[in-house]
DNA sequence: GTGAAAGCGCTAACAT
DNA sequence: ATGTTAGCGCTTTCAC
């Protein structure tokens, strides 16, 4: 079924059909309840190419999967972000298109959906230091929005960011006022800005209390469980062992429980990063070691905001840029459990 | 840059330089690398949409992902599913549209997607017993393959599937063969045909050796990370615990480490079902109680295949059902470990 | 080996 | 309130 098909059927022309099916004002409500009825009973829908060529616009977001070439891992963040995304996209009538490639290919692809006008607008994850990415965005002119920050560039663009400093620093906090002082920080990789300042945060509670955080229980690397099991086993050995964990992923939290199981240490309580009112991700058990993680349903949230913000952008056609920072807040649960043996 | 700015650029036709990017035969040699060269120096690429619509294809799979509405939940499998195919598709300058859908609402997305002819094909994921979306597919004419099977349906479709049955008889075989009698089995819902098979192999391999599975020790459910933690801990807590855990997701068994770490017991070394050669997921480490999961590389691999049939059968034009079974295998590590303290 | 022209299915001026 | 027409950017006969 196609326009022209239906519009024959009906006795309109394709015009005034099409505007039946758009809301235009000027058709008459019976002509438009005749016409949608049709379109129903027809399964009719406008066909996504062509609409797209007559209006030059695709009614597409991209998203761009970096995968690691080092580890071919996806990083599993993304599973719970493109669902937050696609959910805001499906109730706008937009598609989502996705590229995975390796991070080496990025720049090759964007420039792609720039020239084939494939997509409206894109959603940058994990930017770097100075990411050039975005200078070459905004050459092509192709919209987008940025999920994080990268802290060496002036805001003339738009992100949606979680407040990752303040939370760590948070739960920096809240271990340190259990009586914990050897606090181990399993983290990602330095070049990647959250990275970056989450540990600035680690580094500011410590600070704020005159306390020295010791460097060698400050590790990162690219977060596989394999590295938060290697990294967390060895500083378990040590004669003067971490009393807690702060973990960057949830990914690496699971080779930390695994070293503290091997470890004969008992698991500790899980507590969450979270936004708003969100659910613990984790339940909460009894408390030797704790284990601090991002909780999955703020990168949900994270991935609507970014899709709904670069909706906004692209139907306004305002490119000034647009920010959110998303506080984050620690969920404790019902008791703090014990100060750690050593002090 | 489009076709018509680069043609009277380079002084031909639409047409000459149409073909010298398609490589058609007849174009001379020189005419092409002057033309190829051009497109590379201007950037160009042709529209995506101006090509679909000329040539009636989209270039494009979709993927719906289903979303239970019961958990608000993204199968955290589809990360290296999508991962494998997207490589795929991209390899063969195909787009990969993504469809995050309430599971309640997928007939209407797949007509939306045959409808609008956005899509050249689709892959269906996570098939139940006497699925209707194979039906409405084939009734739409819309190309598809399947990741998994029915049971209850005769093979009149194209399918991708792991040996489910097999692998997870093999499991238990190993587990019984390393002495081990109350091996306990954590596994999906059963409606979902993964679940049932992977049972028939559990229950086959206690039957061949004339061994009775405890119903006690067999559990199923939507395969959360809760999930596993208490039917875990409940097993655990019984007067006669499993000795060993077979479990059927990757998330649910990060539950059954914490139980078994709340336990008291040290963590199992993890076995993992694994496709080919492809390296193991986890590490070994001190054996007390197994754990089974499948292994990321071959959910990964299952996605590469599933696209690459999918185009095959695109291009070919050719809609005879095409079906592969994933054979798995146990890799073990370097040494099995000691039975069980009970018998 | 190259070009002219029609057409893919739709929207958007511009009539009426 | 409805219809006519041009055109979005490409591919594909058909002609030379």
Redesign the interface.
Same mark, same amino acid.
């Given at each position: 079924?196609n326009l022209k098909k239906l519009s024959t059927l009906l006795g309109l022309s394709q015009t005034t059909v099409s505007r039946a099916l758009n809301d235009y004002p000027e058709v008459s409500e019976a002509t438009r309840k005749r016409v949608k009825d049709a379109a129903r009973a027809y399964?009719?829908? %406008?066909?996504?190419? %062509?609409k797209?060529?007559a209006t030059g616009r695709?009614m597409?977001i991209g998203h761009v999967?970096p995968?690691s070439t080092q580890h071919?891992m #996806?990083n599993?963040v993304?599973?719970?972000f493109? %669902?937050g %995304?696609?959910?805001i996209?499906?109730r706008n009538d937009h598609?989502?298109?996705?590229? #995975?490639?390796a991070d080496i290919d990025e720049e090759r692809i964007y420039?792609?959906l720039a020239?084939?006008?494939?997509v409206d607008g894109v959603i940058i994850h994990g930017p770097r230091a100075n990411d050039p990415r975005i200078k070459l965005l905004q050459e092509l002119g192709l919209p987008f929005v940025v999920h994080g920050r990268t802290s060496d560039e002036v805001a003339d663009y738009s992100w949606v960011d979680v407040n990752n400093r303040r939370s760590f620093q948070r739960a920096t906090e809240f271990l340190l006022d259990l009586g914990h002082r050897r606090i181990a920080l399993i983290n990602g990789l330095e070049l990647m800005d959250f990275a970056q300042r989450r540990k600035d945060g680690f580094l500011a509670a410590h600070a704020n209390r005159d306390l020295a955080a010791d460097p060698a229980l400050m590790v990162s690397e690219e977060m596989t469980?394999?590295f938060g099991?290697r990294s967390a086993s060895e500083m378990l050995r040590r004669a003067l062992p971490p009393t807690a964990f702060l973990v960057s992923s949830m990914i690496a939290a699971?080779g930390v429980?695994?070293a503290?199981?091997?470890a004969?240490k008992?698991?500790g309580r899980d507590v969450s990063v979270i936004i708003h009112d969100d659910e613990l991700s984790?339940?909460p058990?009894?408390v030797e070691i704790p284990i601090f993680t991002a909780a999955k349903s703020s990168v949900?949230l994270a991935g609507q905001l970014c899709a709904k913000m670069l909706l906004d952008i692209i139907a306004s056609g305002d490119r000034t840029p647009h920010n959110k920072l998303l506080e984050t807040e620690l969920t404790l649960g019902d008791s703090t459990g014990p100060a750690p043996e050593g002090g």
């Open positions: 079924m399964n009719y829908s %406008a066909n996504t190419r %062509a797209g060529l695709s597409a999967i995968i071919e #996806v599993p993304f599973a719970d493109i %669902a %995304a696609g959910e996209y499906s598609d989502m298109l996705l590229s #995975v490639v420039r792609e020239a084939k006008a494939s469980e394999d099991y699971i429980r695994r503290i199981g091997d004969g008992k698991m984790y339940l058990n009894g949900r």
